[in-house]
């Protein structure tokens, strides 16, 4: 009898849901806005309705339940902390939603980690035997796929590549505290403020895809914004793929929806820096899964890595 899953994403702009099989399709979906505000319990609320609204949809009563959640996560208490969503601080999502659904077997990763393993499972990473996922939007985050498994680390904070220091000397201040990050370089809005700083005419609610827009139009400040930021991200692939000895990066997000104004200078700066004989190989793909690469994700860890991944 098939299986299906309960899957979970949960992010700083949006919550889904979705009834996943075995195979990866998703068979019913729902989502919400990430409520705003410090109160974690109207925050829970959204997550409560949108799995109602989908095990409504479905009408099928899941096997278990996969979560992907904005990070840092720890695995071992089962909380999340997520920096683009105050009002969870140590929030035992893994608890709470056992409690939900009397008892349903829950996984919880972080949604790097369920990006990357949406892409190998069902997207632009099938095949691969060492990758890394990125997802480049309002922040910058990863996962990896090492030995054909996901690889969460010790806490199940691996490959936090957007936390990657690439301009040690004069970078801007981070959300998590350092300096000169890859998300303060590459992240959609860092995108829009460094081009404004630079005179970038604009509406007060351009945002990233604004900036595209301008750029493929032909606008200098906006493709040079792109140029810096393909090559903030291509110094995190190139230091991670060092690191872990990767064949593969997979790159989603809405950034990489601008398609080669990041790709170019990305690709040009890993022929510069990616010149180990072992990274000869090394190739960057745009993600083919889009926003449901963490859903897929989460579902297969629900199901199980070995059985997801056969």
């Not at 309960?6 to 996943?20: M, N, R, S």
């Not at 349903?104 to 980690?113: H, N």
């Not at 806490?155 to 301009?167: D, L, R, Y």
């Not at 190139?238 to 790709?263: N, P, R």
Request: proline letters at 5%; glycine letters at 14%.
């Amino acid at each position: 009898m098939a299986r299906t899953v309960l899957a979970l994403d949960v992010g700083g702009t949006k919550i889904a849901a979705g009834i996943v099989d075995e195979t990866g399709a998703i068979l019913a979906g729902s989502s919400r806005p990430t409520p705003a505000g410090d109160d974690p319990e109207v925050t829970f609320d959204a997550v409560r309705a949108a799995t109602d609204e989908v095990l409504d949809a479905g009408e099928i009563r899941v096997d278990a339940v996969g979560i992907s959640c904005a990070g840092p996560v720890d695995l071992i208490a089962g909380t999340v902390s997520p920096i683009n969503i105050a009002s969870w601080r140590g929030f035992p999502l893994r608890d709470r939603m056992r409690e939900l659904l009397d008892d349903v077997p829950v996984e919880l990763a972080g949604d790097g980690l369920c990006m990357a393993m949406g892409e190998h499972w069902a997207g632009a990473g099938r095949g691969s035997g060492s990758m890394l996922g990125m997802v480049v939007s309002t922040g910058v985050g990863g996962g990896l796929v090492l030995g054909g498994q996901p690889f969460p680390g010790r806490t199940g904070n691996a490959a936090h590549v957007g936390h990657v220091v690439v301009e040690p000397a004069d970078g801007l201040p981070c959300s998590c505290g350092g300096r000169g990050c890859v998300e303060t370089v590459a992240s959609g809005p860092n995108l829009v403020r460094w081009a404004r700083r630079q005179g970038w005419q604009a509406p007060e609610h351009a945002d990233a895809a604004h900036l595209a827009a301008a750029a493929t139009a032909g606008d200098e400040l906006p493709r040079a914004a792109f140029r810096r930021g393909g090559r903030a991200v291509a110094l995190a692939v190139v230091a991670a793929a060092a690191v872990c000895d990767l064949e593969l990066t997979v790159i989603g997000g809405g950034v990489a929806q601008a398609g080669d104004l990041l790709f170019e200078p990305l690709r040009e700066t890993l022929a510069e820096h990616a010149r180990l004989s072992f990274l000869d190989e090394l190739r960057v793909l745009p993600a083919t899964l889009g926003s449901q690469a963490g859903l897929i994700g989460a579902a297969g860890l629900a199901l199980g890595a070995r059985e997801a991944y056969r």
